[in-house]
Every structure is written in structure tokens, then in C-alpha cells.
């Protein structure tokens, strides 16, 4: 199976803070990775697919970028609600798997 | 709107079963792959299982591989899980996720439901 990291795997920033969240494949997956973002209690919601394309009605402050094995979801200005955990997702290999999340909170 | 609603998750003694069911509404059902994505308490997010359009296809994750089977009736638009020989480490949130693209499995999810809550324990 391939498996996926993400770091860091917390961060405490600020309202309007530019945010950047790593993930990394252990192996080639192309550009086969979506981003999620989950909000406790709740179910997560879809933010990026094909490592860059925003998924509908997601605001342009998130962004994604990489290819191959490195990643990056980039929050440009942050806001109170964008306080979540974020998935990475990879679709490009059967079976596929989930990065452990990235903790966004309040400094 | 594409809406999806879980239900038939509760507590269940290990060594039990239990099905779950996905209510889906908001698009034509028998066109799209479906899938279940579980999280433990506190735990991050897990690929359980797959099912194609049609229901010909079907995939599961190595932990849940024969003591789970995935179905669909696409005339009632309806997902399921059938759960069997439960274990404690079957706790957990099971989602029911659309897959956005086609009826064939891309593993992608979105939108996903609400949720069920399984408890397995004595």
C-alpha cells in the first residue's frame, strides 16, 4: 500500500496567517490527491482533487500544488473558520489511503 | 443537492452484526460508484469499501476483507454495509461518500454524509 505523511502534524497560527501543509507519497502517485477538510463532529468536506483543482464552491484561499510524491495544501490568508484537521487523500493506486491529518488551531 | 444519510450504526456485542444503510437523493444514483470511509475515535480517516455503479464491482479494504459485504439497490437509491464478525477495532464513524466521477471506482469521495457511530464492545 502506499502510504502518506503529512506534516507538520499540528500548527497553531493566526487570523490571516498564509498556512502551508506538506504531504508526501511513498511512492509516485501523479497527480492523484485530493485535500479534506474536517471540523469536529462533522463529516469531512472535499477542498482540492487532481492535487490543484478546487473543488466547486471551495474558496480560492486554498490552493494545492505538487506532483509525483510532494504535496502542498496552502491556506492564503486564514480565517476562524478554516480551524480544522486536513486530510491528504491519494487515488492513484489501489487500495487507497489517507495521510493522518494536519491540526490546524488558534495560536 | 446531493444529500446522503447513514443509518444502522449502535452498540454491538463483538462477534455481532449489524448493516448499515446510506439513504442517497440529489442525483441519479445508479450512475455513480459509491463508497464507505470509516474513523475510529479520535483516529484519522479509513477506506473500508467500494462499490461500482451498477454493483458488479466491488473492493474492500484488508481489515474488513470477508466479514463485510457492500451492496446497493439502485431502484431505492440505498448503499449498505453488512457487518459481520465484529471486533472491537471495528469502532468507529462510518461514512457513506459519492464518487464524483464516474460509476467505475476512482476512489475519490465527495460530498460525504453525516455518519453512523458502530460501538463494538461487551
Known amino acids: 500500500d502506499i502510504q502518506m505523511t503529512q506534516s507538520p502534524s499540528s500548527l497553531s497560527a493566526s487570523a490571516g496567517d498564509r498556512v502551508t501543509i506538506s504531504c508526501r507519497a511513498s511512492q509516485g502517485i501523479s497527480n492523484y490527491l485530493a485535500w479534506f477538510q474536517q471540523k469536529p463532529g462533522k463529516a469531512p468536506k472535499s477542498l482540492i482533487y487532481?492535487?490543484?483543482s478546487l473543488q466547486s464552491g471551495v474558496p480560492s484561499k486554498f490552493s494545492g500544488s505538487g506532483s509525483g510524491t510532494d504535496f502542498t495544501l496552502t491556506i492564503s490568508s486564514l480565517q476562524p473558520e478554516d480551524f480544522a484537521t486536513y486530510y491528504c487523500?491519494?487515488?492513484?493506486?489501489?487500495?487507497?489511503?489517507f495521510g493522518p491529518g494536519t491540526k490546524v488551531d488558534i495560536k | 443537492e446531493v444529500q446522503l444519510l447513514e443509518s444502522g450504526g449502535g452498540l454491538i456485542q463483538p462477534g455481532g452484526s449489524l448493516r448499515l444503510s446510506c439513504a442517497a437523493s440529489g442525483f441519479t444514483f445508479s450512475n455513480y460508484a459509491m463508497n464507505w470511509v470509516r474513523q475510529a475515535p479520535g483516529k484519522g480517516l479509513e477506506w473500508v469499501s467500494t462499490i461500482s455503479g451498477s454493483g458488479y464491482s466491488t473492493y474492500y479494504a484488508d481489515s474488513v476483507k470477508g466479514r463485510c459485504t457492500i451492496s446497493r439497490d439502485n431502484s431505492n437509491n440505498t448503499l449498505y454495509l453488512q457487518m459481520n464478525s465484529l471486533r472491537v477495532e471495528d469502532t468507529a464513524v462510518y461514512y457513506c461518500a459519492k464518487d464524483p466521477s464516474s460509476n467505475t471506482a476512482a476512489f475519490r469521495f465527495d460530498p460525504w454524509g453525516q455518519g453512523t457511530l458502530v460501538t463494538v464492545s461487551s
Open positions: 487532481a492535487a490543484s
Open positions: 487523500q491519494q487515488y492513484h493506486t489501489y487500495p487507497p489511503t
